[in-house]
T-cell receptor
């Protein structure tokens, strides 16, 4: 266990659905991240939150909406997704510039 | 057309042999490097890291070598075991701010008995 948990582990949704992914870190870290890992591309950084403020939005479409209510929790709200958004979504946390610890991921399938 | 997956280079080794996984990084300003291991169905797991003021660092059964001249990083695994079978990623970081990780495409390590 890395101290980073993600729920749900698997999610199937239609293109008109709205769902949310949740990440929680139990490490006392001050930065949290969302990554997308698809079969066709290397690991892609989506969003970064440092001290609960978004510091990076890596040209992610607006159908993905992150939320960081406190330093331990990170959400990714999903709406009107496309089939090409099907991927493994990974959350990570770190303390400042130190190494990032990853959660197990949410396997998302968009029908 | 039919979509295809990302074709990762694969390293096949016999159990008990040593493995060497290589990585070329892109930015000469990168000053911190990490190796991650990702098993099927799991998130990446930290293995070992190295800062740019070092050229070698050893852990338990693993050694990372850094050659800044040619921007090359390698991970050596001694006495490879079946449990080492996974995809291995190197990541580079330019320190400052929140320290953005840039990941390589990964190498698949297959260990055969």
């Amino acid at each position: 266990e890395t101290g980073v948990t993600q729920t749900p582990r698997h999610l199937v949704m239609g293109m008109t659905n709205k769902k949310s992914l949740k990440c929680e870190q139990h490490l006392g870290h001050n930065a949290m991240y969302w990554y997308k890992q698809s079969a066709k591309k290397p690991l892609e950084l989506m969003f970064v939150y440092s001290l609960e403020e978004r510091v990076e939005n890596n040209s992610v479409p607006s159908r993905f909406s992150p939320e960081c209510p406190n330093s331990s929790h990170l959400f990714l709200h999903l709406h009107t997704l496309q089939p090409e958004d099907s991927a493994l979504y990974l959350c990570a946390s770190s303390q400042g510039g130190q190494k990032q610890f990853f959660g197990p991921g949410t396997r998302l399938t968009v029908l | 057309g039919e979509s295809v997956g990302l074709h990762l280079p694969t390293l096949s080794v016999q159990e008990g042999d040593n493995s060497i996984i290589n990585c070329a990084y892109s930015n000469s300003a990168s000053d911190y490097f990490i190796w991650y291991k990702q098993e099927s169905g799991k998130g990446p797991q930290f293995i070992i890291d190295i800062r740019s003021n070092m050229d070698k660092r050893q852990g338990q059964r693993v050694t990372v070598l850094l050659n800044k001249t040619v921007k090359h990083l390698s991970l050596q695994i001694a006495a490879t075991q079946p449990g080492d079978s996974a995809v291995y990623f190197c990541a580079e970081i330019i320190s400052g701010g929140y320290n953005k990780l840039i990941f390589g495409a990964g190498t698949r390590l297959a260990v055969h008995p």
